[in-house]
């Protein structure tokens, strides 16, 4: 655990293997190389070790919990165990508010709104000041595009919340739902004026979120680009308030951002400089999530080349993310390998929330803004997409923990 907060992942791995070979059967030990697998996106490693946890104490609640989530998020996605896994949890957990929350969050990601919005209901009768549960609501709430009652529980959310990053956190997702009604220069004055808030708190967390989604939402290139160049001079050196492994990540969320935007531009130089830039942060910090950014990054560029093979194989080394699964299923399509192309539909339909990257590959016609973050390689892609109500959406796999 101090190797990995210092950022010297190899002897973390290296520490974390001499432990488990004397401790093979100890709970604990599992859970927490589990855990850590799991956030270094290894869900599929992940999820057999939680599941070899649960033979040892089938009635271990941290192992559900996680297992729960991880069922949905590896290669072949499994729902029924994951809400099985889920409602094992909160028999386990009688009277706390965490199970029903989760069991709220991905019965989301599946789609059943319905009991997604009574659990999480059941949370917040059980504490009304859980914060991440209301804006669960309000999240699940927006998909169901019930605007009113989602803004509603947003501002009760920003009402309790104790910490400037969750107020701004839920006043973000409250200004996602103007995107989401097709109010797009209204949404873009919400993120605009939340800029500021989170400057003038100086919290970090909050900068990254929105200014993110500020590019990826931009009225035109020019925009997104004065965004992303932003955020990048932010996100370069130390940040008061924001661990370094979140900031790497952030910075290579970003730098993945501008390489593809440079590639689709054209501007092939530029996208191999910073390409370069995210190769080497990936190889100082040896993250994985760093890793797979750096790969699908590449990804981009080399389908912008007309390397579509080569680029298949990049983009699937960070199928977490959305639009980098988008991707991955039009190189599919293009090799003519549909059944993993159908296979990666059944992948992103599982991976539903309210956030940018669920609106750019899901948004109807009638709420299109500049999906350059989509379109940019291929433009017969609009064609193609779903409307925010059907399966065939997706959300940005987060690091936030499935708590």
Same mark, same amino acid.
């Given at each position: 655990?101090?190797?990995?907060?210092d950022?010297?992942? =190899?002897p973390?791995?290296?520490t974390?293997?001499?432990l488990?070979?004397?401790?093979?059967?100890? !709970?604990?030990?599992?859970?927490?190389?589990?855990? $850590?697998?799991?956030?270094?996106?290894?869900?599929?490693?992940?999820?057999?070790?939680m599941?070899?946890?649960?033979?040892? +104490?089938?009635?271990?609640?941290? *192992?559900?919990?996680?297992?729960?989530?991880?069922?949905?998020?590896?290669?072949?996605?499994?729902?029924?165990?994951?809400?099985?896994? /889920?409602k094992?949890? #909160?028999?386990?957990?009688?009277?706390?508010?965490?199970?029903?929350?989760?069991?709220?969050?991905v /019965?989301? @990601?599946?789609?059943?709104?319905?009991?997604?919005?009574e659990?999480?209901?059941?949370?917040?009768? %059980?504490?009304?000041?859980?914060?991440?549960?209301r804006?669960?609501l309000?999240?699940? =709430?927006? =998909?169901?595009?019930? @605007?009113?009652?989602?803004?509603?529980?947003?501002?009760r959310?920003?009402?309790?919340?104790?910490?400037?990053?969750?107020?701004l956190?839920?006043?973000y997702?409250?200004?996602?739902?103007?995107? $989401?009604e097709?109010?797009?220069?209204?949404?873009r004055?919400?993120?605009?004026?939340?800029?500021?808030?989170?400057?003038? +708190?100086q919290?970090?967390?909050?900068?990254?979120?929105?200014?993110?989604?500020r590019?990826?939402l931009?009225?035109?290139a020019?925009?997104?680009?004065?965004q992303l !160049?932003?955020?990048?001079?932010?996100?370069?050196?130390?940040? #008061?308030?924001?661990?370094?492994?979140?900031?790497?990540?952030?910075?290579?969320?970003? $730098?993945?951002?501008?390489?593809?935007?440079y590639?689709s531009s054209?501007?092939?130089?530029?996208?191999?400089?910073?390409?370069? !830039?995210?190769?080497e942060l990936a190889?100082?910090?040896?993250?994985?999530?760093?890793?797979?950014?750096?790969e699908? *990054?590449?990804?981009? &560029? %080399?389908?912008?080349?007309?390397?579509?093979a080569? *680029?298949?194989?990049?983009?699937?080394?960070? =199928?977490?993310?959305?639009?980098?699964?988008?991707?991955?299923?039009?190189?599919?399509?293009?090799?003519?390998?549909?059944?993993?192309?159908?296979a990666?539909?059944?992948?992103? !339909?599982?991976?539903?929330?309210?956030?940018?990257?669920?609106f750019? #590959?899901?948004?109807?016609?009638?709420?299109?803004?500049? /999906?350059?973050? #989509?379109?940019?390689?291929?433009?017969? /892609?609009?064609?193609?997409?779903?409307?925010?109500d &059907?399966?065939?959406?997706?959300?940005?796999?987060?690091?936030?923990?499935?708590?």
């Amino acid at each position: 655990m101090t190797s990995i907060q210092d950022e010297d992942l =190899l002897p973390a791995i290296m520490t974390m293997n001499d432990l488990i070979k004397p401790y093979p059967k100890d !709970k604990h030990v599992l859970y927490l190389t589990s855990e $850590w697998l799991y956030f270094q996106q290894d869900n599929d490693r992940a999820r057999q070790m939680m599941a070899t946890n649960l033979q040892i +104490d089938p009635n271990f609640p941290p *192992a559900l919990n996680i297992l729960g989530h991880a069922y949905l998020e590896t290669g072949n996605p499994d729902p029924a165990k994951a809400i099985a896994a /889920l409602k094992r949890y #909160v028999e386990l957990e009688p009277g706390q508010p965490n199970p029903e929350y989760s069991l709220g969050e991905v /019965l989301r @990601y599946i789609g059943e709104d319905q009991g997604s919005v009574e659990h999480y209901g059941e949370a917040l009768q %059980l504490d009304p000041t859980f914060v991440a549960a209301r804006v669960g609501l309000a999240d699940t =709430l927006t =998909l169901m595009s019930d @605007y009113s009652n989602a803004r509603d529980q947003y501002d009760r959310a920003i009402s309790v919340a104790e910490s400037s990053r969750d107020r701004l956190h839920a006043g973000y997702q409250k200004a996602l739902v103007s995107f $989401w009604e097709g109010h797009l220069v209204e949404g873009r004055k919400l993120l605009e004026d939340l800029t500021e808030k989170a400057r003038a +708190d100086q919290e970090p967390y909050a900068r990254f979120e929105i200014g993110f989604a500020r590019a990826m939402l931009a009225a035109n290139a020019v925009d997104e680009f004065a965004q992303l !160049k932003s955020l990048e001079s932010f996100f370069q050196s130390s940040v #008061v308030g924001m661990i370094e492994t979140d900031r790497n990540a952030s910075l290579a969320a970003v $730098w993945r951002e501008l390489a593809r935007a440079y590639a689709s531009s054209g501007d092939s130089g530029a996208a191999d400089q910073t390409l370069h !830039k995210l190769e080497e942060l990936a190889a100082h910090t040896r993250d994985m999530v760093i890793e797979n950014t750096y790969e699908s *990054a590449h990804g981009y &560029a %080399l389908f912008a080349r007309g390397e579509v093979a080569n *680029a298949a194989d990049e983009l699937a080394t960070d =199928l977490h993310n959305p639009l980098v699964l988008r991707q991955f299923m039009l190189t599919q399509e293009k090799l003519g390998n549909s059944t993993r192309a159908e296979a990666s539909r059944t992948r992103l !339909k599982y991976l539903r929330a309210s956030t940018v990257e669920w609106f750019l #590959v899901g948004a109807s016609a009638s709420q299109q803004i500049s /999906l350059r973050a #989509v379109v940019s390689f291929n433009p017969e /892609l609009q064609v193609q997409f779903a409307s925010p109500d &059907a399966p065939f959406t997706a959300r940005l796999r987060t690091h936030a923990c499935p708590n």
